[in-house]
């Protein structure tokens, strides 16, 4: 993992702290960075890479909140200090709804917790700051660029995602801070919106209001005390008004029902999907994970109407260990 002092922000890009009300480098000193080590065998090694690093907020006594992908199927994690200590952690819990995961350090981080404010108060251009690990020379003055839903290639979405611009260069599991000092989003992604000159780089943050109701059984058995969703281990994309199936996880319940790439969707049961959105919601509402999904796909010229046995996404997944 790169040092933290390899590489900083543009300073006319940091935030400056006579513009906050709260003590900002207190405020940042919240956020760590995060290492995550994944065994060559793990389902999630191919597509996510056995090495991730990132950054996580402290919300609460040694528990660390950030972006799941960083620590799924974990069996090793290192929290990184602004102070250049590093501190083993676990990797507790991962939502799959959500997106976002826990960390329970397993020593002393010397960190403030942050408080959770409310995403749903947040406004279209509000000022936020966007922490890194790091400090501020890893952080970023930024606004609310949108609120708006989301749907992403692996079977997720969230009804409003926040979005912020300019975009944070290591986006993963940075802290969306408002201007009262609390935490209202994680980041997730880099995703750009417009078209030629006029393109702009976002962030897509997950908002901390879907964190409030299940953080009680993240911390207490690692998942939310809910039904599972079912879940086809497909990759999908939206094409001219139409699902196309980009890839499949391998030995996923798409990849049994011999589901190909560039197979296109039309419909989940005898409701038609043009969106990714439409297409996972139909999902959704079938019931839960090991239901039968119908769909009836356009594939190599032929209209065909085949059952996909769902799954839950946790099976296929390594427990991570607690050393």
């Known amino acids: 993992m790169p040092s933290i002092a390899e590489w900083s922000l543009p300073l006319a890009m940091q935030p400056r702290p006579e513009e906050y009300s709260f003590e900002l480098e207190r405020t940042l000193s919240a956020i760590v960075g995060v290492h995550a080590l994944i065994p060559d065998d793990a389902f999630t090694a191919e597509p996510l890479g056995t090495e991730r690093a990132g950054n996580g907020v402290v919300i609460d006594d040694g528990l660390v909140l950030t972006i799941g992908y960083l620590i799924t199927e974990a069996q090793t994690?290192?929290?990184?200090?602004?102070?250049?200590?590093?501190?083993?952690?676990?990797?507790?819990?991962?939502?799959?709804?959500?997106?976002?995961?826990?960390?329970?350090?397993?020593?002393?981080?010397?960190?403030?917790?942050?408080?959770?404010?409310?995403?749903?108060?947040?406004?279209?251009?509000?000022?936020?700051?966007?922490?890194?690990?790091?400090?501020?020379?890893?952080?970023?003055?930024?606004?609310?660029?949108?609120?708006?839903?989301?749907?992403?290639?692996?079977?997720?979405?969230?009804?409003?995602?926040?979005?912020?611009?300019?975009?944070?260069?290591?986006?993963?599991?940075?802290?969306?801070?408002?201007?009262?000092?609390d935490l209202i989003g994680i980041g997730s992604l880099q995703l750009e919106r417009g078209e030629g000159n006029l393109t702009e780089h976002l962030n897509m943050c997950v908002p901390i209001d879907l964190l409030k109701p299940i953080l009680p059984d993240l911390t207490r058995f690692g998942r939310a005390n809910r039904p599972p969703r079912p879940w086809l281990g497909v990759y999908a994309t939206e094409m001219d008004d139409q699902v196309v199936i980009a890839g499949v996880a391998s030995k996923g319940p798409a990849a049994q029902a011999q589901l190909k790439t560039g197979d296109v969707v039309l419909a989940v049961g005898d409701a038609r999907v043009n969106s990714l959105a439409e297409f996972y919601g139909h999902i959704w509402a079938r019931g839960t994970a090991g239901v039968g999904v119908p769909l009836t796909l356009h594939s190599k010229g032929v209209t065909i109407d085949i059952v996909v046995k769902s799954s839950e996404r946790a099976k296929f997944l390594l427990t991570p260990r607690l050393h």
Do not use: C, M
């Not at 329970?104 to 406004?123: E, I, K, M, R």
């Open 77 to 181: 994690v290192w929290l990184h200090r602004g102070d250049g200590g590093v501190v083993e952690g676990h990797a507790l819990a991962y939502d799959h709804e959500t997106g976002l995961g826990l960390i329970q350090a397993l020593g002393h981080l010397g960190a403030p917790a942050l408080p959770l404010g409310s995403s749903a108060v947040s406004s279209v251009g509000q000022q936020v700051v966007i922490g890194g690990a790091g400090g501020r020379s890893h952080s970023l003055a930024a606004r609310i660029a949108a609120k708006e839903p989301f749907a992403g290639y692996w079977e997720y979405a969230l009804d409003e995602a926040i979005f912020t611009a300019p975009a944070h260069p290591n986006w993963g599991g940075t802290g969306v801070i408002s201007a009262n000092g």
